[in-house]
């Protein structure tokens, strides 16, 4: 959604599709599903062959896990009324996959310890990483067909404010970023913190869109749900 006063209301899609721009080539539907997948493909072998620790291939573990999951449910999208700006899906997109590389890719330079990998730290590490997918999996069931990867409001939206969105406007965000820290404590290098500051920048951007398109939408009834509820931790923020 984009907030500029051109950002008309687009006719409703049959389903949203993969889409990808290789400079002047744009892929859309199975085409760039195949690509999208050799691509993640080739950054996991990226992350293999530098040799990762144990740790760091269970995190990755979990994030394949997610990946997939990704996948799966875009395919089961309702129709949208409106939605984001593709060039600004793909921009944020982009950066979530570096994000994602520099929390595993021991980059030259960015390798010291901001946190010594003890067995406390590890720990930690691994139960803020699973905890919060496991958060984000219970939360998509409650926003159900309403999810989608970009900011978008679909067909017939309606404003969700069951279970974790009760408290929390954007509990998927919080799940997620929860992933970016797990994992970056569990690596305890600085590139993994990097990435993590990344994805947090990716995101709040994200929530900072979504929020303008909610209000659009849903007006005073979003007002109302912005006063009574935080955007990602109870009582904090």
């Given at each position: ?13 049959q ?73 600004s ?24 310890q ?35 990867s ?28 929860g ?59």
């Amino acid at each position: 959604m984009t907030d500029t006063p051109n950002s008309a209301e687009r006719e409703p899609q049959q389903r949203p599709q993969a889409m990808i721009k290789l400079g002047g080539l744009v892929l859309k539907g199975p085409a760039a599903t195949v690509v999208i997948s050799v691509m993640s493909a080739l950054i996991f072998l990226a992350i293999f062959y530098s040799r990762p620790t144990v740790r760091m291939l269970a995190s990755a573990a979990i994030w394949i896990v997610m990946i997939v999951y990704w996948n799966i449910s875009a395919r089961n999208i309702r129709p949208v009324a409106r939605a984001e700006d593709p060039e600004s899906t793909r921009r944020r997109q982009l950066l979530l996959n570096l994000a994602i590389l520099m929390l595993f890719v021991p980059v030259p330079g960015l390798t010291w310890q901001f946190l010594a990998p003890s067995t406390t730290a590890i720990a930690t590490g691994f139960t803020v990483q699973g905890g919060s997918a496991l958060f984000y999996f219970w939360t998509k069931q409650y926003l159900g067909r309403f999810w989608s990867s970009a900011v978008a409001i679909m067909k017939d939206h309606q404003l969700v404010r069951s279970g974790p969105y009760r408290l929390i406007r954007h509990p998927l965000y919080t799940g997620m970023l929860g992933m970016f820290i797990g994992t970056a404590i569990v690596s305890g290098q600085y590139h993994a913190l990097i990435g993590a500051g990344l994805g947090v920048f990716a995101y709040w951007g994200k929530i900072r869109i979504e929020e303008r398109a909610l209000s659009e939408a849903f007006g005073v009834e979003y007002a109302d749900y912005k006063r009574h509820s935080w955007a990602l931790i109870p009582w904090l923020l």
